[in-house]
């Protein structure tokens, strides 16, 4: 089937959207995930019991989906599989722009009843050129209008550049929550379960078009027409950032993912040069697709693998230059030039200058002049910023030292990624949650370990390199 | 110089601590350090405008260490480098246990003067068989009764297993808390920076003598007595498990390290080989080694790699699956037995049981009985389990999911890992430590990712092959 644009257009910027067969055994998922909707919201269930509960919402219920006195762009089906294919007539009669089916129980129970059910539900579909999200899925998340994914998000979300497709809901949702939380905010994100009528490479073409989505994530176990998956890739990804997470690394992925989504095995090496070819990213889990989105969207081109790092003091230098090491990048001495104007001010007490260059002392004072030092540096092609809880950049007490590199950070032209040295306390993921926004909201990308953040830059690198066709990996 | 354990059995459980040099600049960061110090606590500074401060922090302050009206067992020394030989005179004279000098500068900066400097304290300390600990360093921590390492710790430390030992001040102040935070608390910790007279083996030495210290972690850089170190290693690993993570396991790591202690490039590949056939397990980070000592510390020993699971759902039971196949450990298919249990109740709809056994839905009911036919089963060596926020068992609201499963592990004999799927909120890492704490004092070692729970389980693997002569890795 061919997806129409301008259905999905409707179905993803609702203006009304209908809810049909939520209940208080699941405490209304997805009528509360909508309270913030900006469009009109209605319920659709006929059960007496759950019709009190939600007029208690103070949301209109009607028992019929032809009752709704508007046009629907959005429906969200929350029935027994049984039902299914009743309430998808009753949505191709009520000319309903889409569909996403929470419902679950089809072909991933390998049941009979299960497979048949989904048979009769693609052929119906088909048949009127209905566009289904789903089944068994988390549908649509739109956080610019309140389109919710059925959980709590208890931090009211933004709305950012971000674009995810991903094959399972749980990935979807946590991503969701993840990336908002560590400053990378999502603009729409589908989560299409068993795919039936829609499938991935369409959430693809349409994120693609979308002006509003700058970086494109994926979460892919399986693809069922993989020319055509492939084909439309390499055209969004020749227009905007593609990072893809796939599931089904190993022989036990493979085998987790036939009882999930029931996707086909791929080879994954097949797979990962395909994907490499038509220009996207890929990545293993969703740390490091929150992270690489991070690096895409901040960064502008990484060119080279040589860091210059500083903010680090003593075992920090080593362990950061250990991570970069391992990610395949190098930490390299600095040019005379470099070392002479260093000699001329740094207090060697306490830390050297090598490179990294120790800061996590009083020589954090001079850091405007040793950061400059590091952008100047022709042996020098990015640079990486240790920041940690508490640290003032050693003037009056309370100035924010975000602020200063993010200051300091605009006339540099190499990138410019910050890693964060914070622990396990809710006090200090408070306080880390809200230097790396405002760390990125200046255009450095920050991230919450050594390890991550260098595996991030590497991801860029791997991405530039990519586009550049540069053999070097 | 022999370590006379006597002596340092003074040093780490002093009733009597002198702290000399503390002041303002540093906002008295000793002195306040030891404000829960349990024995008798003395500044010693001779500046006026300093000593009116450590006056008002109630502390008495002598101007010189001799008129301490009794035994001194541990000095922390915060004096200029300068001054630091004329101090260690007067420890000697004193007959003090042992100091820590915190003071820097010696040939870590790679000046004359620095180098000079550390060679006249070597030989004040050589001829009267003084004990050192450093200098350029953060010395002792000891939670049980109050001796500091100079960092705020906002969270009160509590006493635990864990001995460490580390040649970075850094690494073992971020150990310190990290670890606590994460339910692993310290029994002692030193962090020894040049180890001119006192080095790693001599702490090694003496915590596996210490019966309150059950597992060891180590951060080295070098080490000056090669032969020495490994005779000692494996004299400890033998009684208790020693994790050790190397600084400097690339050329970029080892540069750093000459900047840093100046220890001596080692070839990691010879480094790595030797530390194993001592049978002690390497790390590479500062969260592998927290993970691990908690996999060494509250398993049983591990025999096998094949690891049944279960608490997950869809997405994830893919994601988990696949973190433990590329830690290459197995996720294999059950027995006839169990499945034909399992079948007998699970429900289909919204999940798999293929192994992982989705409980992420209404199958969490019955979690008891899957975890008890994962723990019967002969396929299954291992069982990890999969706890995300606000789980419950399904049953009354509020009842406590950690609790049950601490139950649940009661009769298995299998080991038993938690993974933990929480978000980067305060509120979750709030909820998050403290469920960590509660499976931990059940038994249970819980991780915050599954990459990192993944990793633990094959390290632990890893650890009884060593001991057990076992080659398979």
Redesign the interface.
């Known amino acids: 089937m061919k997806a129409d644009h301008k259905k999905l257009e409707r179905a993803f910027s609702p203006k009304c959207i209908a809810i049909i067969g939520d209940k208080k055994e699941t405490n209304y998922m997805w009528l509360r995930s909508h309270s913030n909707f900006k469009g009109k919201l209605y319920s659709v269930q006929v059960a007496p019991e759950e019709i009190e509960g939600i007029k208690a919402l103070g949301i209109e219920n009607f028992t019929s989906l032809m009752d709704i006195p508007e046009p629907v762009d959005l429906a969200i089906v929350a029935v027994p599989?049984v039902i299914a294919p009743r309430i998808l007539n009753d949505l191709i009669q009520k000319d309903v722009a889409a569909a996403h089916f929470f419902t679950?129980?089809f072909s991933?129970?390998?049941?009979e009843e299960?497979i048949n059910l989904e048979k009769m539900m693609i052929e119906i579909a088909e048949k009127s050129n209905f566009h289904v999200v789903g089944p068994?899925c988390m549908g649509i998340f739109n956080p610019s209008i309140g389109v919710g994914q059925g959980a709590a998000f208890?931090?009211a979300p933004v709305a950012g550049p971000v674009g995810l497709i991903?094959?399972?809901?749980?990935?979807a949702v946590?991503f969701n929550?993840?990336a908002s939380?560590?400053g990378l905010a999502i603009n729409k994100t589908v989560s299409f379960g068993n795919g039936i009528v829609l499938d991935s490479p369409d959430y693809l073409e349409f994120f693609g078009n979308d002006p509003g989505i700058k970086v494109i994530g994926m979460?892919i176990?399986g693809v069922k027409d993989g020319k055509r998956f492939l084909k439309v890739l390499r055209e969004v990804a020749a227009k905007k950032p593609v990072v893809i997470w796939k599931?089904?690394?190993?022989?036990?992925?493979d085998?987790?993912?036939?009882?999930?989504?029931g996707s086909l095995a791929v080879s994954y090496s097949v797979w990962d040069s395909a994907v490499a070819q038509c220009g996207a990213v890929k990545v293993?889990?969703?740390?490091e697709l929150i992270d690489t989105l991070k690096v895409v969207y901040f960064l502008p081109p990484v060119r080279g693998n040589r860091v210059g790092i500083t903010g680090v003091?003593?075992?920090?230098?080593?362990?950061?230059?250990?991570?970069?090491?391992?990610a395949g990048?190098?930490?390299p001495?600095l040019t005379n030039n470099s070392y002479e104007e260093l000699a001329s001010f740094f207090t060697?007490?306490?830390g050297?200058?090598?490179?990294?260059v120790?800061t996590?002392n009083q020589n954090r004072r001079e850091i405007r002049r040793i950061i400059e030092i590091l952008a100047r540096d022709e042996n020098i092609d990015n640079l990486a910023l240790l920041v940690a809880a508490g640290m003032g950049p050693g003037g009056p007490p309370g100035e924010s030292f975000p602020k200063l590199l993010v200051d300091i950070k605009q006339n540099i032209k190499k990138p410019v990624i910050a890693i964060l040295?914070w622990?396990?306390?809710?006090?200090?993921?408070?306080q880390?949650?809200k230097v790396m926004k405002e760390l990125q909201e200046g255009g450095i990308p920050a991230f919450?370990?050594?390890?991550r953040g260098a595996i991030a830059l590497r991801k860029a690198l791997d991405y530039y390199n990519l586009r550049n066709g540069n053999p070097e990996r």
């Not at 599931?247 to 992925?253: I, K, L, P, S």
């Not at 050297?352 to 990294?356: E, K, S, V």
């Open positions: 599989r679950a129980g991933e129970t390998y049941t299960g068994n208890q931090e991903s094959q399972s809901g749980t990935h946590t929550r993840q939380l560590q979460y176990e599931g089904g690394r190993t022989e036990e992925g085998r987790a993912i036939a009882s999930h989504t293993s889990s969703l740390d003091s003593g075992g920090q230098s080593v362990a950061i230059s250990d991570a970069f090491g391992e990048l190098r930490v001495t060697l007490i306490g050297g200058y090598r490179n990294p120790d996590g040295a622990a396990f306390s809710p006090g200090d993921v408070e880390a949650g919450i370990s050594l390890e």
